[in-house]
């Protein structure tokens, strides 16, 4: 069976300095996607990053970037730079590569302090 | 580009009832999921639509049930409403590959 877990349900960081957020899945299908959301309080989903099972390298989108450990099964997600528009619910979701189902973890909530 | 667009954004529902939630994908993009996400958790995946067809289920009983039409619009359909049946449900669409899923602003369904 397909696990995300993400064992932060809190996290604070002061303004201006980078956060990691913790993710670990389990799958044993070799071909997968694993992404970031962010939740704003007003319930959008927003994606962040994505990474390939197959990708040799870390995904970077501007402040955001992957920590990709495969052998470990981590999937961590490193905000540089906090900003108080980051405080939200975080998400880490794998996606199989040949099924439709993506799981999703209880994610973590981040809080930015001024 | 204009999003996904979900409906009605809130929803007061008997124990019993039926309910049909609709979704609007973004342009292009042909692939189509629902989720249900209880307050304080993460989303559960119900089903995926890819070109009309369903090609993947979570663990949802048969009365969760979709449709996925030629414009790519979806509807989601629950029957025999049951009180833990409320939550926010989301609709989300994407094109494939190393994209993410583009997320509607979900239905907020309250069963009594």
């Known amino acids: 069976a397909q696990k995300i877990t993400q064992t932060q349900p809190g996290m604070f960081v002061q303004e201006k300095e980078a956060v990691t957020l913790d993710c670990t899945y389990d799958t044993s299908d070799p071909s997968y996607g694993l992404f970031w959301y962010k939740q704003p309080s007003s319930g959008e989903m927003i994606f962040l990053i994505y990474?390939?099972?197959?990708?040799?390298q870390n995904a970077t989108e501007g402040r955001y970037s992957l920590n990709f450990q495969k052998a470990r099964k981590s999937a961590n997600l490193v905000i540089s730079a906090s900003q108080l528009g980051d405080s939200a619910m975080y998400f880490c979701a794998m996606l199989l590569g040949g099924i439709g189902k993506s799981t999703f973890g209880d994610g973590t909530t981040l809080t930015v302090k001024p | 580009e204009t999003g996904v667009t979900q409906s009605p954004t809130h929803l007061i529902k008997t124990r019993g009832q039926q309910v049909t939630l609709r979704c609007s994908s973004q342009s292009g993009h042909n692939t189509v999921s629902w989720y249900q996400q209880a307050l304080g958790q993460g989303p559960q995946f119900i089903f995926q639509?890819?070109?009309?067809?369903?090609?993947g289920r979570g663990n949802f009983p048969p009365r969760f049930s979709g449709l996925q039409f030629p414009n790519y619009s979806s509807e989601l359909n629950v029957n025999a409403l049951e009180l833990d049946d409320s939550a926010l449900y989301l609709c989300?669409?994407?094109?494939?590959?190393?994209?993410?899923?583009?997320f509607g602003s979900g239905t907020r369904l309250t069963v009594v």
């Open positions: 639509y890819y070109r009309e067809e369903e090609n």
């Open positions: 990474q390939g099972s197959y990708d040799q």
């Open positions: 989300a669409s994407r094109t494939g590959g190393n994209y993410g899923y583009t």
